[in-house]
């Protein structure tokens, strides 16, 4: 099985700075690295497949980069509807896995 | 526009058995893959479970493999979970998936239900 690792667990960020959030895979994943955006009571959002492809209406404040076994999710200025639990996920071997999550909060 | 919805979700006694259903709209259900993901209280995202897009293959995490059951209904535009012997551990969240993409490579989920809550509980 492929652990993913995500850093830092929690981020403290101010409205309007950059979110640099990492994710590692135990062995390599190629490009099938996906991230989401998970909300209390809403449904979880794609926002990055392929590890640096945005999904259908995602802003381009979103940004992904990285390949093989470490990847990057940029969030360029924060915005308010921002601030959620951001999960990575590769998709290169089964079982699929996903990482431990990085709360992004308010500073 | 596509939409998933969970239903299913109880209370039920470690033992016991439940069947979540997801009933899908605004795609072409029977040329996608569809999954399974769960999210237990204050953890993270645990894949479940995905079934091909005509239902010959199924695919389980360790963790319920031989109490879980992934099935669908093309027909009806309907995924299904059969959940048995069920464990205070698979007390969680169940959300329905789409597949991100029609052809044999790689699951990433792009539309997901808003989830069904599941709790195993004496």
């Known amino acids: 099985e492929i652990v993913m690792t995500q850093s830092p667990a929690t981020l403290s960020v101010s409205p309007g700075e950059r979110a640099t959030l990492s994710c590692r895979a135990s062995q390599s994943v190629s490009s099938n690295l996906a991230w989401y955006q998970l909300k209390p009571g809403q449904a979880p959002r794609l926002l990055i497949y392929g590890a640096s492809t945005r999904a259908s209406g995602i802003p381009a404040r979103f940004s992904g980069s990285g390949s093989g076994t470490e990847f990057t999710l940029t969030i360029s200025s924060l915005q308010s509807e921002d601030f959620a639990v951001y999960y990575c996920q590769q998709y290169n071997n089964w079982p699929l896995t996903f990482g431990g999550g990085t709360k992004v909060e308010i500073k | 526009e596509v939409q998933l919805l969970e239903s299913g979700g109880d209370l039920v006694q470690p033992g016991g058995s439940l069947r979540l259903s997801c009933a899908a709209s605004g795609f072409t259900f029977s040329t996608y893959a569809m999954n399974w993901v769960r999210q237990a209280p204050g953890k993270g995202l645990e894949w479940v479970s995905t079934i091909s897009a005509s239902g010959g293959n199924t695919y389980y995490a360790d963790s319920v493999k031989g109490r879980f059951t992934i099935s669908r209904d093309n027909s009806k535009s309907t995924l299904y979970l059969q959940m048995n012997s069920l464990r205070a551990d698979d007390t969680a969240v169940y959300y329905c998936?789409?597949?991100?993409?029609?052809?044999?490579?790689?699951?990433?989920?792009?539309?997901w239900g808003q989830g069904t809550l599941v709790t195993v509980s004496s």
């Open positions: 998936a789409k597949k991100g993409r029609a052809d044999n490579g790689g699951c990433y989920f792009d539309y």
